[in-house]
């Protein structure tokens, strides 16, 4: 079983910044995948970054329409990934999740198996 706890959100008004971190415990193995989702009310959940962590590499990966204002960073041996957000947007209102999936996890909120329970985003127009 993997615990999966997040922080740093809040309300921020547009052209800010915030980061999120989520810091895991449990049985999360040496070769996995984690990263961020997000769900805007009304909406359905989509992904927004993740990092491929293996022993020896990570591999960050980004939805299309974040790369260049969000960037993914990890520190393995705290099993903790950080989510640097930058030139925030009213329409980046939502909530964050961290989520923890098998090395070959994918985009899809069905590729990964244990979740947080979130954390509020707010960007002010």
């Known amino acids: 079983q993997v615990q999966l706890v997040e922080s740093g959100g809040g309300l921020v008004p547009a052209g800010g910044s915030l980061v999120l971190s989520c810091a895991a415990s449990g049985r999360i193995g040496s070769s996995y995948c984690m990263g961020w989702f997000r769900q805007a009310p009304g909406k359905e959940r989509e992904f927004v970054a993740a990092?491929?962590?293996?022993?020896?590499?990570?591999?960050?990966m980004y939805a299309d329409s974040e790369k260049g204002r969000f960037t993914i960073s990890g520190d393995n041996a705290k099993s903790t990934v950080y989510l640097q957000m930058n030139s925030l947007k009213p329409e980046d209102t939502a909530v964050y999740y961290c989520?923890?999936?098998?090395?070959?996890?994918?985009?899809?909120?069905?590729?990964?198996?244990?979740w947080g329970q979130g954390t509020q985003v707010t960007v002010s127009s």
């Open positions: 989520a923890v999936g098998r090395y070959d996890s994918g985009r899809e909120p069905g590729e990964y198996d244990y």
């Open positions: 990092i491929l962590w293996s022993e020896a590499t990570q591999q960050p």
